[in-house]
């Protein structure tokens, strides 16, 4: 059973502060990781994708990979209230023929107080 | 360019009563997943498709449900028999066609199917 992890919180944080999310898996095999968006009533939203070691930035966002620690994280930076969101931690292992299988973490509730 | 479709956006059926859920891919792609959300819960796997194939349907309940993805037209998720505990949102989401190893593929989800079993 291939799992990811991720504190459900609620994770309360100032405007203006910077929010840490974060992520672990059980595969050691996983190649893809990605972090969605999904604001109450909503759909998920793809906001990142990373998928080497290191850090990948994309405007206040930025993932954080550590494949050696099964460890994915997103750092949001200059938090709004618009952020306050739950956020969704995905993980695609290598591709097989029993699948390309996206498997999700439950999910991070993030309140950005004004 | 349309993203993935859904429909419908919202759909009422009474106990006992059929449901089917549409999902029309994005233009390109060829892979369906089908997830299931309940209130303040994440989203649960259900079935993988692509075309003309069922890859993964691990998620699936055993009974009343099935989910096809015909060579032509939308994927559909169908729910015989409905009762109070499908009430849920039904996400949609696809992926490029990739050939194997390749790993930088995203999935993009639909607006989602509210079902209320009343």
């Known amino acids: 059973q291939k799992e990811v992890e991720q504190n459900s919180g609620p994770l309360s944080v100032p405007e203006g502060a910077i929010a840490s999310l974060n992520c672990t898996y059980s595969?050691?095999?996983?190649?893809?990781f990605f972090w969605y968006r999904q604001y109450s009533g909503k759909s998920p939203e793809l906001i990142m994708s990373i998928y080497s070691n290191g850090d990948k930035e994309d405007g206040r966002f930025t993932a954080q990979l550590n494949k050696a620690s099964q460890y994915v994280s997103l750092l949001i930076r200059d938090s709004q209230p618009s952020d306050s969101a739950t956020y969704l931690c995905a993980v695609k292992p290598v591709p097989s023929n029993t699948g390309n299988q996206f498997y999700f973490g439950t999910g991070t509730s993030l309140t950005v107080i004004p | 360019n349309a993203g993935v479709m859904q429909n419908p956006r919202h759909l009422v059926r009474r106990r006992g009563q059929e449901a089917r859920l549409r999902c029309s891919p994005m233009?390109?792609?060829?892979?369906v997943y089908w997830y299931r959300q309940l209130p303040e819960e994440g989203l649960k796997f259900m079935v993988y498709?692509?075309?003309?194939?069922?890859?993964?349907e691990s998620g699936m309940p055993k009974e009343r449900f099935s989910a096809e993805f015909p060579k032509e037209g939308p994927s559909i998720l169908r729910i015989q028999q409905v009762v109070r505990g499908d009430s849920a949102a039904y996400f949609c989401?696809?992926?490029?066609?990739?050939?194997?190893?390749?790993?930088?593929?995203?999935?993009?989800f639909g607006q989602g199917t509210r079902l209320t079993v009343v």
């Open positions: 233009k390109g792609h060829s892979h």
């Open positions: 595969d050691r095999g996983s190649q893809s």
């Open positions: 989401a696809s992926s490029p066609r990739i050939g194997q190893g390749a790993m930088n593929t995203e999935a993009f």
């Open positions: 498709l692509q075309k003309e194939n069922i890859i993964d």
